[in-house]
């Protein structure tokens, strides 16, 4: 079977932004690498040009969006996919969507934003800028979903809609102007540390995010002058620059930039953490929540999608604006876990858990097929040859 997924981030610094989608995109390639023997063959479609003949992740294919060249479509219809997953859903994927009205589609919804959330998110600022609208808050218009999916209907092409949770169902009205039949639930695929790292000696709490306004990045370093003996690490970079954008600036002592970190540095840091912060003014179900927990590191944040924050650490009350009023909050909070070894033993023993039983690979995979297969899209062997081996490799 191959099988398109359609994102529009690839966890790739040279390929764009790397978010909660792009870690997405990632994780389901791996996910299926390590088990060959289903036969699935992945090819990523792209919500933005790319150079042709470009490969994320080592080796796998990604075919930019077609812009008005005749070659460019033509490279996307090559692709010639038996089941197509998207990375949630964005303007910038009709066009390619478009052009296989007939094959099964799966929507895996992960960050939908109604107008309640998308006027919360406008009122954010940066401290100092009230007049200046942050970099990278702008409203994306999802509703040209529904009509996509009225042609798919026409067409014959089945539409199926999953998510990591099952909350996220009532926001699907407000942000695609579609109201799903039915609503699968589809897991992360998170990978859990397997090591054993202690805790550090020393406590330390994290940041795991981009540097970017909508994760207001500035309340955990105001925080981290409340805590002169915490190590506060901050695990990220910003995306943005000039007016709008966050850029560090007067750093307390205790606080370390250490920028994109991934792989066992990144976990062996979260591991030794005594707990995950989240400033953000929104979140779905971030995947850095269900990281922090497969590392038994609790959470403290100012967002609680699905109630995670509040059953596995501490949630603050919702702050919008600049949001530093809430530090008092964020203090107490951190304050409580600091002093408490055996509830922060039992949040992060309780979340591992959960994780270890929710979001895994192979839950993932699991899903994932019975999705497939009622949709008609069964697995078997990967295609020898075809359509993608006579690309053009060119540079456009």
């Given at each position: 079977m191959r099988l398109a997924v359609v994102a529009n981030e690839f966890f790739d610094p040279a390929l764009g932004p790397m978010g909660g989608f792009?870690?997405?995109?990632?994780?389901?390639?791996?996910?299926?690498?390590?088990?060959?023997?289903?036969?699935?063959?992945?090819?990523?479609?792209?919500?933005?040009?790319?150079?042709?003949?470009?490969?994320?992740?080592?080796?796998v294919p990604a075919v930019g969006r077609p812009r008005r060249r005749i070659a460019e479509f033509g490279d996307v219809r090559r692709v010639a996919p038996d089941l197509i997953l998207t990375i949630d859903y964005r303007p910038s994927y009709r066009r390619s969507l478009a052009l296989f009205p007939r094959t099964p589609l799966i929507v895996w919804v992960r960050d939908p934003r109604t107008p309640f959330d998308?006027?919360?998110?406008?009122?954010?600022?940066?401290?100092?800028?009230?007049?200046?609208?942050?970099?990278?808050?702008?409203?994306?218009?999802c509703g040209s979903l529904s009509g996509l999916v009225r042609f798919r209907s026409l067409a014959g092409g089945g539409t199926v809609f999953a998510s990591p949770t099952h909350y996220l169902r009532e926001k699907a009205l407000g942000t695609y102007g579609v109201e799903p039949k039915a609503w699968n639930f589809l897991p992360n695929p998170v990978r859990s540390p397997t090591n054993t790292v202690p805790k550090a000696l020393r406590p330390s709490?994290?940041?795991?995010?981009?540097?970017?306004?909508?994760?207001?990045?500035?309340?955990?370093?105001?925080?981290?002058?409340?805590?002169p003996e915490v190590r506060f690490i901050m695990l990220g970079r910003n995306h943005f620059e000039g007016l709008g954008a966050w850029s560090p600036?007067?750093?307390?002592?205790?606080?370390?930039?250490?920028?994109?970190?991934?792989?066992?540095?990144?976990?062996?840091?979260?591991?030794?953490?005594?707990?995950?912060?989240?400033?953000?003014?929104?979140?779905?179900?971030?995947?850095?929540f269900l990281e922090a927990l497969g590392c038994e590191t609790p959470l403290i944040?100012?967002?609680?999608?699905?109630?995670?924050?509040?059953?596995?650490?501490?949630?603050?009350?919702?702050?919008?604006?600049?949001?530093?009023?809430?530090?008092p909050y964020f203090s107490e909070a951190l304050r409580r876990l600091l002093d408490d070894e055996s509830g922060r033993t039992t949040r992060g023993t309780t979340g591992r858990a959960w994780v270890d039983?929710?979001?895994t690979p192979q839950a993932f995979v699991g899903r994932f097929l019975q999705i497939a297969a009622s949709l008609g899209a069964g697995t078997g062997n990967a295609r020898s040859g075809g359509p993608l081996e006579n690309m053009a490799t060119s540079s456009s």
């Open positions: 792009g870690w997405a995109t990632r994780q389901v390639i791996e996910a299926f690498e390590e088990r060959p023997e289903l036969g699935v063959e992945i090819v990523m479609l792209s919500g933005r040009p790319l150079p042709r003949g470009a490969k994320v992740h080592g080796s998308c006027a919360r998110i406008d009122t954010l600022r940066l401290p100092g800028q009230p007049d200046v609208k942050p970099q990278g808050i702008g409203t994306i218009h709490v994290v940041f795991l995010g981009r540097l970017d306004p909508i994760k207001r990045p500035w309340l955990f370093v105001e925080l981290a002058r409340q805590f600036a007067s750093m307390p002592d205790n606080v370390e930039l250490l920028g994109h970190l991934d792989g066992a540095e990144k976990f062996r840091l979260v591991r030794e953490a005594w707990a995950l912060v989240n400033t953000s003014i929104h979140e779905a179900l971030a995947t850095s944040a100012c967002v609680d999608p699905d109630n995670v924050v509040s059953r596995f650490g501490y949630y603050v009350g919702r702050w919008d604006g600049d949001g530093l009023d809430s530090l039983n929710t979001h």
